[in-house]
């Protein structure tokens, strides 16, 4: 099967036979999208580089690369500590202006989302006290410069670590 390379709605028919048996037949849509379709709604951090505190691979867990994979079904853990934190290398100096945390059960109650140029030094855009888990969006008052954007956790709101499906970061 060629998968187009024109971005656009597309189906797919494909015809099961088997001998001495009736003919099945299986109808898929599927879409090809542009570059700015994809980032509009996966987010500029798809398949960046990852860093974290720790990293934990017990009850599905995986490396810290899952929260940028794109794959809802994916997610990484922290230790079951505090502080704890993940961090988004942009590769450029992007313009952010939105961050979406998918959180698994194990969420942050605390925590703070910031920005930085170099990987080192940080500066704090966002910070709350009152995490509530799901599927958390924070829109910046302000977009902010930053080539690295991180989620540092201050308090857990269970036992275990902070665990992350994805971490979704967006131009304004």
Not at 38 to 62: C, P, Y
Not at 85 to 106: H, Q
Not at 137 to 146: H, N, S, T
């Amino acid at each position: 099967v060629d998968i187009p390379a024109t971005a656009g709605a597309y189906q797919l028919e494909a015809a099961l036979v088997k001998p001495g048996a009736d003919l099945v037949r299986s109808l898929r849509d599927f879409s090809v999208m542009t570059d700015e379709e994809r980032q509009a709604r996966f987010g500029i951090a798809v398949g960046k580089s990852v860093k974290a505190s720790s990293s934990l691979h017990r009850d599905g867990a995986t490396s810290p690369e899952a929260v940028v994979d794109g794959n809802p079904g994916t997610r990484w853990s922290s230790e079951f500590s505090d502080p704890q934190w993940i961090a988004v290398d942009l590769g450029r100096p992007e313009k952010v202006g939105r961050i979406v945390l998918d959180w698994e059960g194990a969420f942050g109650k605390a925590y703070a989302i910031e920005v930085s140029a170099d990987g080192e030094a940080w500066k704090e855009v966002h910070r709350t006290d009152a995490g509530r888990g799901g599927s958390e969006e924070i829109r910046l008052v302000a977009p902010v410069e930053a080539r690295w954007v991180r989620m540092r956790g201050t308090q857990r709101a269970t036992q275990y670590g902070y665990s992350l499906f994805e971490m979704r970061v967006y131009r304004p």
